[in-house]
């Protein structure tokens, strides 16, 4: 542990570089780590395990943003949603989640309920069932506001989909504007959301899961949540030892997110998405995912790069006035509790 230092910091939390350290040294020791094609040593958003001819994903999320509630949906919304996001990123239909909240002492009730609204309203247009969950109050003080965990379960029935599985000569797609829920969060804390017109993009996944099927051709997929698409972008490329080519003018950002990004100094490409998906798909069935998607309702669906050999693990990104960068995978989250 001496590498990590004595005590846990903000950034080790923050789905960068310095979470994956902390995490891989915490379960060293585990003897036991798969159950089927995806485990603890893949890092994917799901694991997947083999029940007879079945294949299950499970996923596990806790979600602590500060504001609770906020322009495009609360804490609850996006516990299930992020759930959801998770489960078809590995090609699995959702089923069941289950759900446990803890409030601070204090916490008004009609809140709360608000919450359990948002959780259950998505739950019922899905057919997910809510299987069970734990409830628990804490003292004041001793936590700030509420925390939502929340356990998901599906069925894959594309795949399953890995981070590991992007292919040379793929086409890289992304669903819609990148940015949104983490230039909103971005925007609360520095007190500007009445200066700006950004909501989040926070919303459930689902129908990608038809999508994929009816269309085909999909090998890898990531929701761009915490580290943006910068973080997604970077796992796929080191995961799959593959070089990564994307455009800057073909990448869907919002003029209000790319504004509050210059005001601010963050990179937009590193701000969360909660509420679209990064997807790596062969060169032949690319046209025709977005003509797909954009029929599903992702109207600004784009192909925004592709997959190269060389060199291997990187994320190459050309500007638009013609240069080109390494595209850095983030050490950490510009702003905390985005999610």
């Given at each position: 542990?001496?590498e990590l230092g004595?005590?846990?910091?903000?950034?080790?939390?923050?789905?960068?570089?310095?979470?994956?350290?902390?995490?891989?040294?915490?379960?060293?020791?585990?003897?036991?780590?798969?159950?089927?094609?995806?485990?603890?040593?893949?890092?994917?958003?799901?694991?997947?395990?083999?029940?007879?001819?079945?294949?299950?994903?499970?996923?596990?999320?806790?979600?602590?943003?500060?504001?609770?509630?906020?322009?495009?949906?609360?804490?609850?919304?996006?516990?299930?949603?992020?759930?959801?996001?998770?489960?078809?990123?590995?090609?699995?239909?959702?089923?069941?989640?289950?759900?446990?909240?803890?409030?601070?002492?204090?916490?008004?009730?009609?809140?709360?309920?608000?919450?359990?609204?948002?959780?259950?309203?998505?739950?019922?247009?899905?057919?997910?069932?809510?299987?069970?969950?734990?409830?628990?109050?804490?003292?004041?003080?001793?936590?700030?506001?509420?925390?939502?965990?929340?356990?998901?379960?599906?069925?894959?029935?594309?795949?399953?989909?890995?981070?590991?599985?992007?292919?040379?000569?793929?086409?890289?797609?992304?669903?819609?504007?990148v940015g949104d829920?983490?230039?909103?969060?971005?925007?609360?804390?520095?007190?500007?959301?009445?200066?700006?017109?950004?909501?989040?993009?926070?919303?459930?996944?689902?129908?990608?899961?038809?999508?994929?099927?009816?269309?085909?051709?999909?090998?890898?997929?990531?929701?761009?949540?915490?580290?943006?698409?910068?973080?997604?972008?970077?796992?796929?490329?080191?995961?799959?030892?593959?070089?990564?080519?994307?455009?800057?003018?073909?990448?869907?950002?919002?003029?209000?997110?790319?504004?509050?990004?210059?005001?601010?100094?963050?990179?937009?490409?590193?701000?969360?998405?909660?509420?679209?998906?990064?997807?790596?798909?062969?060169?032949?069935?690319?046209?025709?995912?977005?003509?797909?998607?954009?029929?599903?309702?992702?109207?600004?669906?784009?192909?925004?790069?592709?997959?190269?050999?060389?060199?291997?693990?990187?994320?190459?990104?050309?500007?638009?006035?013609?240069?080109?960068?390494?595209?850095?995978?983030?050490?950490?989250?510009?702003?905390?509790?985005?999610?």
């Amino acid at each position: 542990m001496s590498e990590l230092g004595d005590v846990i910091t903000l950034v080790m939390g923050a789905g960068g570089v310095e979470t994956q350290k902390l995490v891989t040294s915490l379960i060293s020791d585990v003897v036991k780590r798969r159950l089927g094609p995806l485990g603890l040593d893949d890092f994917d958003d799901s694991a997947v395990v083999e029940f007879g001819e079945f294949k299950v994903a499970i996923t596990v999320d806790s979600y602590t943003i500060k504001p609770v509630f906020f322009p495009g949906g609360d804490i609850g919304k996006l516990a299930i949603s992020g759930t959801i996001n998770d489960l078809v990123a590995v090609g699995a239909r959702p089923v069941a989640v289950l759900d446990s909240i803890v409030v601070e002492e204090g916490f008004p009730l009609g809140d709360l309920a608000r919450i359990a609204k948002s959780i259950q309203d998505i739950a019922n247009r899905y057919n997910i069932a809510l299987l069970g969950g734990d409830f628990k109050v804490m003292p004041k003080g001793s936590l700030d506001g509420v925390v939502v965990t929340m356990v998901g379960l599906g069925v894959c029935e594309v795949g399953p989909l890995s981070d590991s599985n992007v292919k040379v000569g793929d086409k890289i797609v992304i669903t819609g504007p990148v940015g949104d829920h983490g230039a909103m969060v971005l925007a609360h804390q520095l007190n500007m959301l009445s200066e700006v017109s950004i909501s989040s993009d926070c919303r459930p996944l689902y129908e990608l899961i038809d999508v994929m099927k009816r269309v085909g051709g999909v090998h890898a997929c990531k929701d761009p949540t915490r580290g943006g698409l910068a973080m997604a972008l970077n796992e796929f490329a080191r995961k799959s030892n593959v070089c990564i080519v994307i455009y800057e003018e073909y990448i869907p950002v919002r003029e209000s997110v790319r504004s509050l990004a210059e005001l601010t100094g963050v990179d937009y490409l590193e701000l969360a998405c909660e509420g679209q998906m990064v997807m790596s798909v062969d060169a032949e069935f690319a046209d025709e995912l977005i003509e797909e998607l954009k029929r599903y309702g992702f109207s600004e669906a784009s192909v925004i790069g592709e997959v190269r050999e060389e060199p291997r693990g990187t994320v190459l990104l050309r500007t638009s006035i013609g240069s080109a960068r390494i595209l850095q995978p983030p050490i950490g989250a510009p702003i905390p509790r985005i999610c």
